[in-house]
């Protein structure tokens, strides 16, 4: 029953993602709260569990978006894998080690997104100042956000089904 309270919550997540994450962009740097959903997803299913579940994630959004359709699912699974694999071998009880690690994860989603905008020929000068802003605004949103999923797994707000 808990997998069906997260695929509820993705549902709603994707919708939050799409209407009103653009309202809340930076300097045109939209939030991406998919990362810290997988992060908390991350840390409370199996592994493979997460990768598929990450991977579909990701596709439901790039659904929206169809000239970068691969590139969440591809990110998302990747992050999945790395927080599936190595999240054990982190010191959670050190605020700089959650960060840093938040920080790399959101890093080298925004690598992906870098990687495709050269490939299709875009402005290098462009991407670097909006991938610095984006890193570090990403990273704030991802921090806060996957201690307010785990504070929610916490309290058993999630509707009950």
């Excluded at 799409?18 to 592994?47: D, E, G, K, T």
């Excluded at 894998?81 to 690690?101: D, R």
């Excluded at 875009?122 to 984006?134: D, E, F, G, H, V």
């Amino acid at each position: 029953m808990r997998i069906v309270k997260y695929i509820l919550a993705a549902i709603i997540l994707i919708y939050f993602q799409i209407l009103i994450a653009p309202s809340l962009a930076i300097m045109h740097n939209i939030p991406n709260f998919l990362i810290p959903f997988v992060i908390f997803l991350a840390l409370r299913l199996s592994a493979n569990g997460v990768m598929i579940f990450a991977f579909f994630l990701g596709l439901a959004f790039d659904l929206n978006y169809p000239g970068i359709i691969g590139l969440n699912a591809l990110s998302l699974t990747v992050i999945a894998f790395l927080v599936s694999n190595f999240h054990k071998s982190i010191n959670k009880a050190k605020f700089s080690v959650v960060i840093f690690s938040i920080f790399l994860l959101v890093f080298l989603n925004d690598l992906f997104y870098t990687f495709f905008f050269i490939l299709t020929n875009s402005p290098a000068t462009k991407i670097l100042t909006s991938n610095i802003i984006s890193v570090f605004y990403n990273t704030a949103i991802c921090f806060i956000m996957v201690y307010f999923f785990i504070l929610l797994d916490r309290l058993r707000v999630w509707i009950d089904v």
